[in-house]
């Protein structure tokens, strides 16, 4: 059978030497005699995968020590209450910089919390642009200062992160993780839903600075990060099987060479549909400033909403999987995560061009 060439914004493309091993140890996994799903999440067995992704993950990263790696359910989503329900504190302001609907949908849930700002933002313009780090006034008092460092529906990402001394900076990793070399000693947290990067959906990594995790006995149990670090992320059961499938994603990543490859591979799949896209004599437009383009989320969209219908269409029929816009802005996208193999992209750009051979 022939894998598809997915380009799904996620849950999105997993590396097929991945499933191809999970395949393999489905029914015996660790000389259990069992699959992971049906081991007890205090076994011997499953704590060895739990650890082995934690301990890959700080090692791909390179993590410092005064950081802890959790592995939560909820979602980015939880996150977006979690962070101000942890960090916000009565008589302080958190600072939120919004660059798409993501981060607006974080600063909602913030307000429901505490005092909020918006700092910078590219709402005017469609969210087409990351603001300059000059634009970006940080509040020395503020609780933290909030980025989503890529932007999955419009296509635009970070390429260098705000100085913020002791204010926490917090990003919504979701959409880039492990697609970059980061600097993680800059952030405050890290947050990321594993179903673009990292494996499939039903696990967050949570990576936190540990002087930021306080026992706090008025929040819920379970939305207190002091609860999960305590625990090594097994206060209650957790998603087992995600984790495992974040485990061998992680060595796989690791095979590929680990992060600085990965990215000098995602710098040159989405220079193959850039390319494609500029040498359309605005045939194809991209959504995002060039300045801000992302590596992860190609935006673009053509001349008419007709035009893009057929492009759709003949896209999927050519057996191309979803390169539809976001359903809240249309156009078309092609999410080109760490999965997504260099020879897609390619076919993509070949694609495009001969689509538009054919239209004009
Ligand atoms: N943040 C970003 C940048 C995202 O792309 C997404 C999901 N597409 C989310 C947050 C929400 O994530 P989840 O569905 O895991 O809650």
Known sequence: ???????????????????????????????????????????AQFEKIHNHAIATLKELMSIPENY??????????LQFSMVPLNLLKEGKRADYVLTGAW??????????????????????????FIPSLEDIKVNEDAAYLHITSNNTIYGTQWKQFPETGNVPLIADMSSDILSEKVDVSKFG?????????????????????????????????????????????????????????????LDWAKEQGGVEKIAEINHNKSKIIYDAIDESNGFYKG????????????????????????????????????????????????????????????????????FQKNYQ
């Not at 849950?11 to 259990?32: F, G, T, Y």
């Not at 802890?68 to 989503?77: D, K, P």
């Not at 949908?105 to 005017?124: M, N």
């Open 1 to 43: 059978m022939k894998r598809a060439r997915n380009f799904n914004a996620g849950p999105a493309a997993l590396p097929e030497e991945v499933l191809k091993r999970a395949q393999n140890e489905w029914l015996n996994i660790e000389d259990s005699g069992m699959s992971v799903m049906e081991l007890s999440h205090r076994s």
């Open 68 to 77: 802890e790696v959790l592995l939560l359910q909820g979602g980015a989503s």
């Open 103 to 128: 981060s607006d949908k974080a600063l909602k849930e913030a307000k429901k919390v505490g005092e909020t700002a918006v700092v910078a933002s590219s709402k005017e313009e469609k969210y087409s």
């Open 189 to 249: 947290i890290i947050y990321a839903g594993a179903q673009k990067n990292l494996g499939p959906s039903g696990v967050t990594v949570v990576i936190i600075r540990k002087d930021l995790i306080e026992d706090n006995d008025q929040l819920p149990t379970v939305l207190n990060y002091a609860t999960h670090a305590k625990n090594n992320s097994l206060y209650n059961t957790p998603p087992t099987l995600a984790i495992y499938l974040l485990s061998l994603v």
């Open 287 to 354: 959504h995002a400033r060039p300045d801000s383009r992302s590596h992860m989320n190609v935006t673009f969209n053509l001349q008419t909403e007709e035009a893009e219908k057929q492009f759709l269409a003949e896209a999927k029929a050519a057996g191309f999987v979803g390169l539809n816009g976001h359903r809240s802005i249309g156009g078309c996208r092609a999410s080109i995560y760490n999965a997504v193999p260099t020879a897609h992209c390619q076919e993509l750009a070949d694609f495009m061009r001969e």
